[in-house]
């Protein structure tokens, strides 16, 4: 919301009268994140991604990125999440520590941490039967972008391919979630050599839903906070 300093200027009997300014938007900087409120983010934004990949494997679908790369290995090879999820990301944090620095390495590594470890808490706290595909996918898939995203402006992400998407934002402007959606294409249109086109169909507008999450609300110049 624009806010509006009242200045006094002449008008033409000599009279000074307060006038209304309206300041463009190069008069406002960015306000940084205080420590606190990323560690909050941090937490906040990692525990709605671990319950989102519960629901995705409870509904035998999967998502993109490397959470949803790692659910199709686990479909395929029957590996715990956490493992592979881990394993998936590690190249991915590599060059996201290179790229961006090691603050943003280091809120990468506790939330691919978080993740995967919160995602096989969830799944045995709430002891999840078997939900219906659909509804796994578009609400497992909306948590899991509604914590990307809240990551995402605090300067960290939860690694693989949202690191490589970021990075693409940062050097060429292309958002984030474009990137992103085409490498989940891949991982979706892979999912059919492990579960039925039913699944995939599910799983593909789940994937969709995360993306289009990313796509409206993350874009080059209009989230100010760093």
């Known amino acids: 919301m624009w806010f509006h300093r009242r200045v006094s200027i002449s008008n033409p009997s000599g009279s000074t009268a307060p006038v209304a300014a309206t300041p463009g938007p190069g008069a406002f900087a960015p306000v940084r994140h205080s420590w606190v409120e990323d560690v909050v983010a941090t937490l906040v934004g990692t525990y709605l991604a671990a319950l989102g990949v519960a629901l995705l494997d409870a509904g035998g679908a999967v998502t993109g990125g490397t959470a949803g790369l790692s659910l199709l290995l686990v479909y395929a090879a029957g590996l715990p999440f956490w493992l592979l999820f881990l ?103 892979a999912a059919l050599t492990v579960a039925p086109p039913a699944i995939v169909a599910a799983s593909a507008l789940g994937a969709a839903l995360l993306n289009l999450v990313l796509i409206m609300n993350h874009r080059p110049g209009r989230y100010l906070g760093s």
Request: hydrophobic content about 50%; glycine content about 18%.
């Open 87 to 189: 394993l998936v990301n590690l190249p991915f944090l590599a060059l996201g520590t290179w790229r961006r620095g090691w603050a943003f390495g280091t809120r990468t590594l506790v939330a691919i941490g978080l993740v995967g470890g919160g995602a096989e808490v969830h799944a045995g706290l709430l002891d999840l039967a078997p939900v219906p595909p659909l509804y796994g996918a578009l609400t497992g898939s909306l948590l899991a972008g509604v914590g990307m995203l809240i990551l995402f402006r605090h300067n960290g992400s939860m690694g693989g391919f949202n690191t490589l998407a970021l990075i693409v934002q940062d050097t060429w402007g292309v958002r984030a979630g474009y990137v992103q959606l085409g490498c989940d294409v891949a991982i979706i249109l």
